[in-house]
């Protein structure tokens, strides 16, 4: 992935992820129950998080970095599956959608730790 793309990508999932979040706030706050509302503002953290992250990693490609492609791609698809699966099922979607966020999630700590490593080894 090309450091332009993480970061049009990355920044393109933190507006959702902040719109997600408003929606919860406003709208969905009398809708979804405690339990409900605590998986989207869990979704939402994520989201948002590993999209900045998306973002400076992308610049790292900018910069000149260029081992970063499955890292960002990691990052990428792991804030895709682990929100996307919760907000999919807050929406009603069957309960084998459920599958997807810990998929999701061991795709977004794969994408952390092959940065480490891609900054720990020697150059």
């Not at 992250?53 to 910069?63: F, H, P």
């Not at 099922?89 to 084998?96: E, F, I, K, N, Y």
């Not at 810990?102 to 080894?121: D, E, K, Q, T």
């Amino acid at each position: 992935m090309k450091g332009e793309r993480a970061i049009g990508l990355g920044a393109l999932l933190l507006a959702i992820g902040i719109g997600i979040g408003a929606l919860g706030a406003h709208a969905l706050r009398d809708v979804l129950d405690a339990p409900q509302l605590e998986a989207l503002h869990t979704a939402v953290y994520y989201q948002v998080f590993n999209s900045l992250g998306l973002m400076m990693a992308g610049g790292w490609v900018r910069m000149g970095r260029t081992d970063l492609a499955w890292p960002l791609r990691l990052l990428a698809g792991g804030v895709v599956l682990f929100s996307g699966s919760i907000y999919l099922m807050l929406a009603g979607a069957p309960r084998p959608f459920g599958i997807l966020t810990p998929v999701g999630g061991a795709m977004l700590i794969c994408a952390w730790l092959a940065l480490a490593w891609r900054y720990f080894r020697k150059p």
